[in-house]
């Protein structure tokens, strides 16, 4: 089971809210599965990492 502090997930909500419908789904799965691999006590910086992995291919870069 994961626990987040209300700053944790006010953080993970928006960055959700942030992408698209249909893959908001898949970046909540990874996140999640990248905090289990971390075990249940882990620092707002692991969540952080998770949060940046979680999102790898699921944003596009706009050109500058």
């Given at each position: 089971m994961l626990a987040l502090s209300d700053s944790q997930l006010r953080s993970?909500?928006?960055t959700a809210?942030?992408?698209p419908i249909d893959?908001?789904?898949v970046f909540l799965?990874?996140?999640v599965a990248q905090l289990e691999l971390r075990g249940s006590h882990f620092t707002t910086a692991d969540l952080d990492e998770a949060v940046r992995l979680a999102l790898k291919g699921?944003?596009?870069k706009s050109a500058a």
């Open positions: 993970v909500w928006a809210t942030g992408l893959k908001r789904g799965g990874r996140l699921l944003t596009q």
